[in-house]
């Protein structure tokens, strides 16, 4: 009797502590609604077999309890039994995969006209990339990329020129406005998690992956590293910053386009050449000259 009831106290309590909880899910800032929803179903599935088996167990602990006046019964099969059993699980599986099959379906299904940008993984930190005035983002590649060229771009490919380049760890987005990010690592793996979003991708070095949504709240929201990626994980932190449009448009007009940063090296290279020659044309300088 007191394992039974002992099963059924703690059984309620689970219950109760899952339902009262102030720990659950941040505030949902995107049209992601439907993650949430598959998870609350995935709870209630579980949850309702969570508690039969355990009222069940308790049933079986207190009708069962030992007496040596009854033997022991026999039974290695039950048609009836298995039957139910089977239907149970395939409906309650059902229930769990269903939803979020039709989740993933809207969330690899980018809508037209959702404005792309690139998120750009590295060890450890977040940069982004907004495609320019004509709406596309240049040709990029790893071999590409230098100490002058952090994002690897086609430096011959006209429409990389205007791109927007992002070398922080915060980016900003409109509101209301679909966004369909593109993933690239230039190392090992990461992933972007912003928990208010809801949505996360792996980033898997050699390939570009993907994933949209709509921000429908303002406000500043922390994008983390979800996948384990060496020793500075733990502070591999971002900021994504949802605001009006008018506001986001002022602060992207700030940023450089890919043709200015690479215009800005050249003369600051230019200056660290002239500088060194000056250093070198002075009197009683043995290394007169500059060899490369």
């Known amino acids: 009797m007191f394992v039974a009831v002992m099963l059924v106290l703690v059984t309620v309590g689970t219950v109760l502590f899952h339902l009262l909880s102030p720990w659950y899910f941040t505030p949902i800032a995107s ?10 179903i995935t709870f209630w599935v ?4 969570f508690v ?15 007496d040596a006046n009854r033997r022991s019964e026999y039974e290695p099969e039950n048609k009836k039994l298995e039957a139910w059993l089977i239907t149970l699980t395939t409906l309650g599986v059902i229930v769990m995969l269903a939803p979020g099959l039709f989740a993933w379906n809207e969330f690899v299904t980018v809508p037209k006209g959702a404005a792309k940008v690139e998120v750009f993984a590295k060890q450890w930190g977040w940069a982004y990339r907004f495609p320019g005035a004509d709406g596309v983002l240049g040709k990029s590649g790893v071999k590409l990329i230098s100490d002058n060229n952090p994002f690897g771009i086609d430096p011959k490919d006209p429409k990389g020129q205007d791109d927007i380049l992002i070398n922080d760890s915060e980016m ?28 996360k991708m792996d980033i898997i070095p050699g ?12 406000g500043s929201f922390d ?17 994504v910053v949802v605001e009006e ?10 940023q450089p386009t890919f043709a200015k940063s690479m215009a800005k090296a050249g003369t600051a290279a230019e200056k660290g050449f002239a500088k060194l020659d000056s250093e070198l044309a002075k009197p009683g300088n043995k290394n007169s000259k500059r060899v490369f």
């Open 245 to 254: 449009e008018d506001a986001f448009k002022a602060w992207l007009a700030k």
């Open 52 to 66: 039969a088996v355990i009222f069940f167990t308790a049933y079986c602990a207190y009708k069962y309890k030992y």
């Open 46 to 49: 579980t949850g309702a077999v």
């Open 223 to 239: 994008a983390l590293c979800f996948e384990l990626c060496g020793t500075g994980h733990y502070n591999m932190r971002g900021k």
């Open 207 to 218: 390939t570009v992956t993907y994933y949209w949504f709509t921000p429908t709240r303002t």
């Open 172 to 199: 900003h987005l409109p509101l209301n406005k679909p966004v369909h990010l593109l993933f690239r690592s230039v190392d090992v793996l990461h992933n972007f998690f912003v928990p208010q979003f809801r949505a």
């Open 31 to 40: 049209n992601w609604s439907a993650m949430d929803t598959t998870i609350d």
